[in-house]
């Protein structure tokens, strides 16, 4: 039983344009969201999270929305650049707890 | 400043052979944890420490042992290899703060023939 959904296994999106990806969950216990970026070869790292006390966490470039009723948040790149084309995982954990639960992920291609 | 340093990168084993996956970090992080990423699966927790002498299981925590005998090293076994366990293998640690942000070390690529 899968607990973080990202459904859509790639997306492509022009440079400059808005990239969107998506991801669900079923726990409603998980009170803490974070999106990982991955290259190849290469260890997760930390792009952005959110509490479950807030709907909306800017950084920079990303905003991660997060909508708990429908227990969905979405990560938004604007604008998209070539160097994030990537594979980006969503993870979510429960209060203090360190154990993270992550989506399968999705690659994000950035074409030039 | 290294992070979180896995060895080694690369490995082939045979079915049946045992090996240790080091791990270690210099950040003074408490928490520290392996995961295992398969194709189309995502991360899956293996195991995971809250600090030196404490380890639990994570959801995938069969064929592995780990022990933490120091903050800085949490090394994962596989006593008997199996093919099942090619894998890519990842560690990550994180502090005791609010943050949840963990950092992962690069990984390492292990087959099982």
């Known amino acids: 039983d899968q607990q973080v959904k990202q459904n859509s296994p790639s997306l492509s999106v022009q440079e400059g344009r808005i990239s969107i990806l998506n991801c669900d969950y079923t726990n409603s216990m998980f009170d803490y969201f974070l999106w990982y970026k991955k290259y190849p070869a290469e260890g997760p790292t930390f792009l952005i999270s959110i509490s479950s006390i807030k709907d909306k966490n800017e950084d920079g470039r990303f905003t991660v929305f997060l909508n708990k009723s429908a227990k969905h948040l979405s990560l938004h790149i604007v604008p998209s650049q070539p160097g994030d084309s990537a594979v980006y995982f969503c993870a979510a954990a429960l209060g203090s707890n360190y154990k993270l639960t992550f989506g399968k992920g999705t690659l994000l291609t950035v074409n030039p | 400043n290294a992070g979180v340093t896995q060895t080694p990168k690369f490995q082939v084993l045979k079915t049946g052979q045992s090996m240790t996956l080091q791990c270690a970090q210099d950040?003074?992080?408490?928490?520290m944890s392996w995961y295992r990423q398969d194709p189309g699966m995502g991360l899956r927790l293996i195991h995971y420490?809250?600090?030196?002498?404490?380890?639990d299981q994570g959801e995938v925590p069969n064929g592995y042992n780990v022990s933490r005998s120091t903050t800085e090293d949490f090394p994962l076994r596989l006593l008997s290899a199996a093919p099942s366990q090619t894998s890519v293998y990842f560690c990550?640690?994180?502090?005791?703060?609010?943050?949840?942000?963990?950092?992962f070390g690069q990984g390492t690529r292990l087959t099982v023939v």
């Open positions: 990550a640690s994180k502090d005791t703060t609010g943050s949840t942000e963990a950092f």
């Open positions: 420490s809250v600090g030196a002498g404490i380890t």
């Open positions: 950040m003074n992080h408490e928490y």
